[in-house]
Protein backbone atom coordinates (compact mmCIF):
# COMPACT_ATOMS: atom_id res chain seq x y z
CA UNK A 1 0.00 0.00 0.00
CA UNK A 2 1.38 3.34 -0.88
CA UNK A 3 1.81 6.18 1.46
CA UNK A 4 -0.26 9.10 0.71
CA UNK A 5 1.24 12.94 0.39
CA UNK A 6 -1.86 15.83 0.58
CA UNK A 7 -1.18 19.28 -0.04
CA UNK A 8 -3.54 21.39 1.33
CA UNK A 9 -4.25 25.03 1.46
CA UNK A 10 -6.63 28.39 0.87
CA UNK A 11 -8.00 28.49 -2.96
CA UNK A 12 -5.31 29.90 -5.69
CA UNK A 13 -2.15 29.61 -3.85
CA UNK A 14 -0.79 27.15 -6.08
CA UNK A 15 -1.55 23.86 -4.91
CA UNK A 16 -2.62 21.74 -8.18
CA UNK A 17 0.29 23.46 -9.85
CA UNK A 18 2.27 21.60 -7.47
CA UNK A 19 0.62 18.49 -7.67
CA UNK A 20 1.51 18.83 -11.53
CA UNK A 21 4.68 19.71 -10.78
CA UNK A 22 5.94 16.70 -8.76
CA UNK A 23 2.94 14.55 -10.78
CA UNK A 24 4.66 15.23 -14.57
CA UNK A 25 6.99 13.21 -15.59
CA UNK A 26 6.98 10.89 -12.81
CA UNK A 27 3.77 10.25 -13.04
CA UNK A 28 2.62 6.63 -12.79
CA UNK A 29 1.56 5.31 -16.40
CA UNK A 30 -2.21 5.59 -16.52
CA UNK A 31 -4.17 4.06 -19.28
CA UNK A 32 -5.74 6.21 -21.85
CA UNK A 33 -8.95 5.09 -21.67
CA UNK A 34 -11.69 7.64 -23.29
CA UNK A 35 -14.52 7.63 -20.70
CA UNK A 36 -12.10 7.68 -17.65
CA UNK A 37 -12.96 10.41 -15.53
CA UNK A 38 -10.29 13.34 -16.50
CA UNK A 39 -10.94 15.83 -13.14
CA UNK A 40 -8.37 13.56 -11.64
CA UNK A 41 -7.58 14.58 -7.89
CA UNK A 42 -4.32 11.98 -7.21
CA UNK A 43 -1.65 10.59 -8.92
CA UNK A 44 0.18 7.81 -8.07
CA UNK A 45 3.62 8.97 -8.27
CA UNK A 46 7.58 7.57 -8.71
CA UNK A 47 10.36 9.92 -7.36
CA UNK A 48 13.67 8.93 -6.52
CA UNK A 49 12.32 5.53 -6.65
CA UNK A 50 9.77 5.61 -3.81
CA UNK A 51 6.22 5.41 -4.71
CA UNK A 52 3.31 7.36 -2.94
CA UNK A 53 -0.18 8.31 -3.62
CA UNK A 54 -0.27 12.21 -4.18
CA UNK A 55 -3.48 14.02 -3.00
CA UNK A 56 -4.35 17.56 -4.35
CA UNK A 57 -6.92 18.51 -1.98
CA UNK A 58 -8.29 21.38 -4.26
CA UNK A 59 -10.28 19.00 -6.21
CA UNK A 60 -12.61 18.42 -3.24
CA UNK A 61 -13.76 21.89 -2.92
CA UNK A 62 -17.20 22.47 -3.62
CA UNK A 63 -18.12 25.57 -5.68
CA UNK A 64 -19.85 27.56 -3.00
CA UNK A 65 -17.51 30.47 -2.25
CA UNK A 66 -19.58 31.55 0.65
CA UNK A 67 -18.08 28.63 2.55
CA UNK A 68 -14.21 29.16 2.03
CA UNK A 69 -13.11 28.68 5.52
CA UNK A 70 -15.06 25.36 5.99
CA UNK A 71 -13.36 24.45 3.00
CA UNK A 72 -10.41 25.16 4.22
CA UNK A 73 -10.89 23.22 7.79
CA UNK A 74 -12.01 20.36 5.85
CA UNK A 75 -9.60 19.96 3.99
CA UNK A 76 -6.89 20.11 7.04
CA UNK A 77 -9.50 17.31 8.60
CA UNK A 78 -8.63 14.88 5.81
CA UNK A 79 -5.04 15.39 5.84
CA UNK A 80 -5.01 14.77 9.41
CA UNK A 81 -7.12 11.56 8.94
CA UNK A 82 -5.37 9.88 5.94
CA UNK A 83 -2.32 11.23 5.04
CA UNK A 84 0.93 10.21 6.02
CA UNK A 85 2.54 13.71 5.09
CA UNK A 86 0.89 17.42 4.61
CA UNK A 87 2.33 19.88 2.07
CA UNK A 88 1.18 22.86 3.65
CA UNK A 89 1.73 25.32 0.79
CA UNK A 90 0.86 29.41 1.52
CA UNK A 91 1.37 32.67 -1.30
CA UNK A 92 4.36 34.23 -0.93
CA UNK A 93 2.94 37.75 -3.20
CA UNK A 94 0.00 37.68 -1.41
CA UNK A 95 1.60 37.13 1.75
CA UNK A 96 0.60 35.87 5.65
CA UNK A 97 -3.60 36.29 5.72
CA UNK A 98 -5.58 34.87 8.92
CA UNK A 99 -6.88 32.00 6.89
CA UNK A 100 -2.97 30.53 6.95
CA UNK A 101 -2.38 31.05 10.26
CA UNK A 102 -6.04 29.18 11.12
CA UNK A 103 -4.63 26.14 8.99
CA UNK A 104 -1.64 26.08 10.16
CA UNK A 105 -2.96 26.18 13.98
CA UNK A 106 -4.83 22.95 13.03
CA UNK A 107 -1.60 21.05 11.33
CA UNK A 108 0.58 22.30 14.00
CA UNK A 109 -1.08 19.62 16.27
CA UNK A 110 -0.93 16.87 13.89
CA UNK A 111 1.11 13.77 14.68
CA UNK A 112 2.78 13.46 11.41
CA UNK A 113 5.11 15.21 9.07
CA UNK A 114 3.52 18.71 8.12
CA UNK A 115 6.22 20.83 5.02
CA UNK A 116 5.15 24.42 5.70
CA UNK A 117 5.53 26.05 1.61
CA UNK A 118 6.02 29.80 0.86
CA UNK A 119 4.89 29.27 -2.61
CA UNK A 120 5.67 31.78 -5.96
CA UNK A 121 8.86 32.76 -4.85
CA UNK A 122 10.64 32.91 -8.63
CA UNK A 123 14.65 33.24 -7.47
CA UNK A 124 16.77 33.94 -4.78
CA UNK A 125 15.96 37.47 -5.18
CA UNK A 126 12.43 37.09 -3.69
CA UNK A 127 13.18 34.96 -0.71
CA UNK A 128 12.58 38.09 1.35
CA UNK A 129 8.92 37.91 1.07
CA UNK A 130 9.59 34.37 3.01
CA UNK A 131 10.24 36.04 6.49
CA UNK A 132 6.74 37.18 7.26
CA UNK A 133 5.97 33.73 6.93
CA UNK A 134 8.08 32.98 10.18
CA UNK A 135 5.14 34.67 11.99
CA UNK A 136 3.32 31.29 11.93
CA UNK A 137 6.28 30.02 14.63
CA UNK A 138 7.51 27.14 12.73
CA UNK A 139 11.03 25.92 12.51
CA UNK A 140 11.70 25.51 9.09
CA UNK A 141 9.66 26.67 5.55
CA UNK A 142 10.87 25.78 2.04
CA UNK A 143 10.63 28.94 -0.74
CA UNK A 144 9.52 27.51 -3.71
CA UNK A 145 7.98 28.65 -7.74
CA UNK A 146 5.77 25.86 -8.57
CA UNK A 147 5.37 27.14 -11.49
CA UNK A 148 8.85 27.37 -12.55
CA UNK A 149 10.15 24.66 -10.22
CA UNK A 150 12.29 26.80 -8.03
CA UNK A 151 13.23 24.83 -5.07
CA UNK A 152 11.42 21.54 -5.59
CA UNK A 153 13.84 19.81 -5.41
CA UNK A 154 15.16 20.58 -1.57
CA UNK A 155 11.40 20.13 -0.88
CA UNK A 156 10.84 17.24 -2.43
CA UNK A 157 14.38 15.74 -0.89
CA UNK A 158 13.38 16.14 2.63
CA UNK A 159 9.89 14.61 1.95
CA UNK A 160 11.94 11.41 0.77
CA UNK A 161 13.56 11.53 3.83
CA UNK A 162 10.58 11.38 6.02
CA UNK A 163 7.86 9.10 3.75
CA UNK A 164 6.62 6.14 5.25
CA UNK A 165 7.84 3.30 2.95
CA UNK A 166 5.18 1.78 1.05
CA UNK A 167 3.71 -1.36 2.59
CA UNK A 168 2.81 -4.34 0.55
CA UNK A 169 -0.10 -6.57 0.56
CA UNK A 170 -0.33 -9.72 2.30
CA UNK A 171 1.92 -12.09 -0.08
CA UNK A 172 -0.28 -15.05 -0.24
CA UNK A 173 -0.73 -15.70 -3.83
CA UNK A 174 -3.10 -18.49 -3.01
CA UNK A 175 -5.67 -16.03 -1.49
CA UNK A 176 -7.74 -13.41 -3.60
CA UNK A 177 -8.05 -10.08 -2.07
CA UNK A 178 -11.37 -8.65 -2.36
CA UNK A 179 -12.20 -4.81 -2.05
CA UNK A 180 -15.99 -4.40 -1.12
CA UNK A 181 -16.60 -0.25 -2.52
CA UNK A 182 -19.22 2.37 -2.68
CA UNK A 183 -21.37 4.28 -1.16
CA UNK A 184 -23.16 4.15 2.52
CA UNK A 185 -25.66 2.48 2.76
CA UNK A 186 -25.62 0.53 -0.51
CA UNK A 187 -25.30 -2.71 1.35
CA UNK A 188 -21.87 -3.58 1.95
CA UNK A 189 -22.11 -4.94 5.57
CA UNK A 190 -25.11 -6.94 4.69
CA UNK A 191 -23.39 -8.68 1.75
CA UNK A 192 -20.07 -9.45 3.88
CA UNK A 193 -22.00 -10.96 6.36
CA UNK A 194 -24.31 -12.68 3.94
CA UNK A 195 -21.01 -14.37 2.00
CA UNK A 196 -19.94 -15.19 5.12
CA UNK A 197 -22.92 -17.05 6.49
CA UNK A 198 -22.65 -19.52 3.59
CA UNK A 199 -21.73 -23.12 4.98
CA UNK A 200 -18.43 -24.85 4.70
CA UNK A 201 -16.79 -21.38 5.62
CA UNK A 202 -14.12 -20.74 8.17
CA UNK A 203 -13.77 -17.27 8.98
CA UNK A 204 -10.71 -15.23 10.66
CA UNK A 205 -10.59 -11.65 11.44
CA UNK A 206 -7.42 -9.53 11.36
CA UNK A 207 -6.58 -5.74 11.55
CA UNK A 208 -5.90 -4.89 8.03
CA UNK A 209 -3.56 -2.09 6.76
CA UNK A 210 -5.67 0.84 6.21
CA UNK A 211 -7.09 2.96 9.18
CA UNK A 212 -10.78 1.24 10.71
CA UNK A 213 -10.75 -1.13 8.53
CA UNK A 214 -11.03 -5.10 9.17
CA UNK A 215 -9.87 -7.14 6.54
CA UNK A 216 -11.99 -10.98 7.02
CA UNK A 217 -10.07 -13.60 5.71
CA UNK A 218 -12.40 -17.28 5.24
CA UNK A 219 -12.01 -20.47 2.91
CA UNK A 220 -14.93 -21.81 0.38
CA UNK A 221 -14.39 -25.29 -1.00
CA UNK A 222 -10.86 -24.99 -0.21
CA UNK A 223 -9.99 -21.12 -1.47
CA UNK A 224 -9.30 -18.89 0.26
CA UNK A 225 -10.48 -15.15 0.03
CA UNK A 226 -9.88 -11.95 2.19
CA UNK A 227 -12.91 -9.53 2.30
CA UNK A 228 -11.44 -5.71 2.56
CA UNK A 229 -14.29 -3.69 3.75
CA UNK A 230 -14.06 0.16 3.35
CA UNK A 231 -14.95 0.56 6.66
CA UNK A 232 -13.38 3.99 6.60
CA UNK A 233 -15.39 5.40 4.05
CA UNK A 234 -18.80 4.71 6.18
CA UNK A 235 -17.20 6.46 9.25
CA UNK A 236 -15.82 9.75 8.10
CA UNK A 237 -18.95 11.36 9.83
CA UNK A 238 -17.14 11.33 12.74
CA UNK A 239 -15.02 14.68 11.33
CA UNK A 240 -17.93 16.04 10.05
CA UNK A 241 -16.78 15.40 6.06
CA UNK A 242 -20.16 15.79 4.48
CA UNK A 243 -18.76 15.72 0.57
CA UNK A 244 -19.06 12.21 -0.41
CA UNK A 245 -16.07 13.03 -2.36
CA UNK A 246 -14.00 12.68 0.84
CA UNK A 247 -14.36 8.81 0.48
CA UNK A 248 -12.19 8.91 -2.59
CA UNK A 249 -8.94 8.52 -0.39
CA UNK A 250 -9.98 5.29 1.65
CA UNK A 251 -11.14 3.95 -1.74
CA UNK A 252 -8.07 4.67 -3.36
CA UNK A 253 -6.16 3.05 -0.15
CA UNK A 254 -8.26 0.27 -0.55
CA UNK A 255 -8.25 -0.54 -4.38
CA UNK A 256 -4.53 -0.42 -4.09
CA UNK A 257 -4.53 -3.61 -1.97
CA UNK A 258 -7.24 -5.93 -3.58
CA UNK A 259 -7.35 -8.18 -6.59
CA UNK A 260 -10.83 -8.11 -7.50
CA UNK A 261 -12.87 -4.87 -6.54
CA UNK A 262 -16.70 -5.09 -5.90
CA UNK A 263 -18.25 -2.14 -6.80
CA UNK A 264 -21.72 -1.67 -5.17
CA UNK A 265 -24.73 -0.24 -6.81
CA UNK A 266 -27.89 1.01 -5.05
CA UNK A 267 -30.76 -0.23 -7.57
CA UNK A 268 -33.29 2.26 -6.36
CA UNK A 269 -30.85 4.98 -7.13
CA UNK A 270 -28.55 3.69 -10.46
CA UNK A 271 -25.10 5.30 -11.17
CA UNK A 272 -23.96 8.57 -9.50
CA UNK A 273 -21.71 10.39 -9.70
CA UNK A 274 -19.52 8.97 -6.79
CA UNK A 275 -20.04 5.54 -8.30
CA UNK A 276 -18.37 6.53 -11.30
CA UNK A 277 -15.42 7.75 -9.86
CA UNK A 278 -14.57 5.13 -7.75
CA UNK A 279 -14.91 2.59 -10.93
CA UNK A 280 -13.14 4.54 -12.91
CA UNK A 281 -10.29 4.63 -10.10
CA UNK A 282 -10.39 0.87 -10.14
CA UNK A 283 -10.53 0.66 -14.23
CA UNK A 284 -7.00 3.18 -13.34
CA UNK A 285 -5.28 1.07 -11.51
CA UNK A 286 -5.60 -2.18 -13.62
CA UNK A 287 -8.24 -4.57 -10.90
CA UNK A 288 -10.90 -6.88 -11.62
CA UNK A 289 -13.75 -5.66 -11.48
CA UNK A 290 -17.71 -6.92 -10.99
CA UNK A 291 -20.50 -4.69 -10.79
CA UNK A 292 -22.84 -5.46 -8.40
CA UNK A 293 -26.45 -4.51 -7.85
CA UNK A 294 -27.99 -4.44 -4.51
CA UNK A 295 -31.45 -4.35 -3.60
CA UNK A 296 -33.00 -6.16 -6.47
CA UNK A 297 -35.57 -7.21 -4.23
CA UNK A 298 -36.90 -3.82 -4.53
CA UNK A 299 -37.37 -2.91 -7.60
CA UNK A 300 -40.52 -3.51 -9.91
CA UNK A 301 -39.62 -6.34 -12.67
CA UNK A 302 -40.83 -6.28 -16.48
CA UNK A 303 -39.88 -9.03 -18.82
CA UNK A 304 -36.77 -7.06 -19.67
CA UNK A 305 -36.09 -5.54 -16.84
CA UNK A 306 -32.73 -6.85 -16.22
CA UNK A 307 -31.53 -6.12 -19.52
CA UNK A 308 -32.55 -2.80 -19.76
CA UNK A 309 -30.50 -1.87 -16.75
CA UNK A 310 -27.73 -3.68 -17.33
CA UNK A 311 -27.60 -1.44 -20.58
CA UNK A 312 -27.89 1.72 -18.66
CA UNK A 313 -25.01 1.07 -16.59
CA UNK A 314 -22.58 -0.04 -19.24
CA UNK A 315 -23.87 3.52 -21.02
CA UNK A 316 -22.77 5.04 -17.56
CA UNK A 317 -19.72 3.38 -16.64
CA UNK A 318 -18.58 2.59 -20.34
CA UNK A 319 -14.45 2.29 -19.32
CA UNK A 320 -16.14 -0.78 -17.58
CA UNK A 321 -17.97 -2.30 -20.12
CA UNK A 322 -16.03 -5.37 -19.78
CA UNK A 323 -17.04 -5.93 -15.85
CA UNK A 324 -19.77 -8.23 -15.35
CA UNK A 325 -23.06 -7.01 -13.48
CA UNK A 326 -24.89 -9.14 -10.76
CA UNK A 327 -28.40 -8.65 -9.37
CA UNK A 328 -28.51 -9.78 -6.03
CA UNK A 329 -30.05 -8.75 -2.94
CA UNK A 330 -27.66 -9.10 0.28
CA UNK A 331 -30.94 -9.11 2.28
CA UNK A 332 -32.76 -12.07 1.29
CA UNK A 333 -30.01 -13.86 -0.35
CA UNK A 334 -30.76 -13.68 -3.80
CA UNK A 335 -28.35 -14.88 -6.29
CA UNK A 336 -25.48 -13.67 -3.67
CA UNK A 337 -23.79 -17.27 -4.17
CA UNK A 338 -22.92 -16.14 -7.77
CA UNK A 339 -20.70 -13.37 -6.74
CA UNK A 340 -18.14 -15.69 -5.41
CA UNK A 341 -18.20 -17.55 -8.65
CA UNK A 342 -17.40 -14.13 -10.28
CA UNK A 343 -15.33 -13.40 -8.01
CA UNK A 344 -13.15 -17.15 -8.84
CA UNK A 345 -13.44 -16.36 -12.33
CA UNK A 346 -12.31 -12.66 -12.29
CA UNK A 347 -9.43 -13.81 -10.53
CA UNK A 348 -8.06 -16.23 -12.54
CA UNK A 349 -9.10 -14.02 -15.90
CA UNK A 350 -6.59 -11.50 -14.79
CA UNK A 351 -3.52 -13.77 -13.96
CA UNK A 352 -4.39 -15.62 -17.47
CA UNK A 353 -1.18 -16.09 -20.02
CA UNK A 354 -1.69 -15.92 -23.49
CA UNK A 355 1.01 -18.40 -25.24
CA UNK A 356 3.22 -16.20 -28.02
CA UNK A 357 2.43 -18.66 -30.90
CA UNK A 358 -1.42 -18.82 -30.85
CA UNK A 359 -1.54 -14.44 -30.07
CA UNK A 360 0.39 -13.83 -32.63
CA UNK A 361 -1.81 -16.38 -34.99
CA UNK A 362 -5.02 -14.17 -33.87
CA UNK A 363 -3.05 -10.78 -34.23
CA UNK A 364 -2.23 -11.28 -37.93
CA UNK A 365 -6.09 -12.23 -38.45
CA UNK A 366 -7.01 -8.88 -36.74
CA UNK A 367 -4.28 -7.22 -38.79
CA UNK A 368 -5.31 -7.89 -41.55
CA UNK A 369 -8.96 -8.22 -41.74
CA UNK A 370 -8.59 -4.04 -40.79
CA UNK A 371 -5.34 -2.77 -41.42
CA UNK A 372 -4.46 0.44 -39.08
CA UNK A 373 -4.99 4.11 -40.85
CA UNK A 374 -2.03 5.56 -43.08
CA UNK A 375 -0.43 7.91 -40.76
CA UNK A 376 0.93 11.34 -42.43
CA UNK A 377 0.81 9.41 -45.74
CA UNK A 378 3.08 7.09 -44.47
CA UNK A 379 1.88 3.17 -43.83
CA UNK A 380 1.62 1.52 -40.05
CA UNK A 381 2.70 -1.51 -40.28
CA UNK A 382 2.04 -4.16 -37.31
CA UNK A 383 4.93 -6.67 -37.06
CA UNK A 384 4.40 -8.60 -33.38
CA UNK A 385 2.84 -9.14 -30.50
CA UNK A 386 3.98 -10.40 -27.01
CA UNK A 387 2.45 -10.56 -23.21
CA UNK A 388 4.77 -8.63 -20.49
CA UNK A 389 2.51 -9.36 -17.76
CA UNK A 390 -0.57 -10.13 -16.11
CA UNK A 391 -3.02 -8.25 -13.30
CA UNK A 392 -3.53 -6.79 -15.39
CA UNK A 393 -3.21 -8.39 -18.59
CA UNK A 394 -0.39 -6.31 -20.56
CA UNK A 395 0.63 -6.72 -24.10
CA UNK A 396 3.57 -5.18 -26.05
CA UNK A 397 3.03 -4.55 -29.74
CA UNK A 398 6.03 -3.87 -32.20
CA UNK A 399 4.96 -1.32 -34.92
CA UNK A 400 7.04 1.44 -37.30
CA UNK A 401 5.01 3.75 -36.07
CA UNK A 402 3.87 4.12 -32.59
CA UNK A 403 2.64 7.88 -32.65
CA UNK A 404 0.71 6.76 -35.93
CA UNK A 405 -1.94 4.37 -33.73
CA UNK A 406 -5.19 5.87 -33.31
CA UNK A 407 -6.82 5.46 -29.85
CA UNK A 408 -9.94 3.74 -32.47
CA UNK A 409 -7.66 1.46 -33.70
CA UNK A 410 -6.44 0.42 -30.35
CA UNK A 411 -10.13 0.04 -29.46
CA UNK A 412 -10.29 -2.06 -31.85
CA UNK A 413 -7.84 -4.11 -30.94
CA UNK A 414 -8.72 -4.52 -27.62
CA UNK A 415 -12.37 -5.35 -28.79
CA UNK A 416 -10.62 -8.46 -30.92
CA UNK A 417 -8.65 -9.83 -27.40
CA UNK A 418 -11.73 -9.46 -25.46
CA UNK A 419 -13.51 -11.85 -28.53
CA UNK A 420 -10.75 -13.82 -28.63
CA UNK A 421 -9.21 -14.43 -25.20
CA UNK A 422 -12.17 -13.43 -23.24
CA UNK A 423 -10.25 -11.52 -19.75
CA UNK A 424 -14.01 -11.04 -18.21
CA UNK A 425 -13.88 -8.46 -15.90
CA UNK A 426 -10.44 -6.93 -15.91
CA UNK A 427 -8.96 -4.32 -18.18
CA UNK A 428 -6.65 -4.81 -20.42
CA UNK A 429 -2.98 -3.03 -20.90
CA UNK A 430 -1.63 -2.40 -24.75
CA UNK A 431 1.49 -0.62 -25.06
CA UNK A 432 2.89 0.24 -28.64
CA UNK A 433 7.41 -0.07 -28.96
CA UNK A 434 8.71 1.11 -32.12
CA UNK A 435 10.33 -2.10 -34.07
CA UNK A 436 14.73 -1.75 -34.34
CA UNK A 437 15.78 -1.51 -37.28
CA UNK A 438 18.21 -5.05 -38.25
Known sequence: MK???????????????????IAGGKKAIVYNEPGVTRDRNYADVIWERSFFTLIDTGGFEPVSKDRIFVQMREQCQLAMEEADVVLFVMDGKEGLTPSDKEIADILRRLNKPVFYIVNKI????KEEKVFEFYE???????????????GLNELMDEVMGVL????GAEKDEDTTRVAMLGRPNVGKSSLINRILGYKRVIVDEAPGTTRDAIDTRFERDGKRYTLIDT??????????LRLEKYSIVEALRTIDRCDVALLLLDSKEGVTDQDARIGG??????KGCILVVNKWDLVEKESQTMVKYEKKIYEELKYLSYAPVLFISALTGQRVKKVLDAIDRVAEEAKKRIPTSPLNKAFERWVKKFPPPTYRTRQVKMNYITQV???????????????????SYERYLLNQMREAFDFAGVPIRLQFRKKRKG
Do not use: C, M, W
Open 136 to 150: LGVGHLFSISAEHGY
Open 281 to 286: FIHEKG
Open 231 to 240: AGIRRKSRIS
Open 389 to 407: SVAPPTFLIYTNITEGIHF
Open 122 to 125: DGPQ
Open 3 to 21: SIVAIVGRPNVGKSTLFNR
Open 164 to 167: PQAI
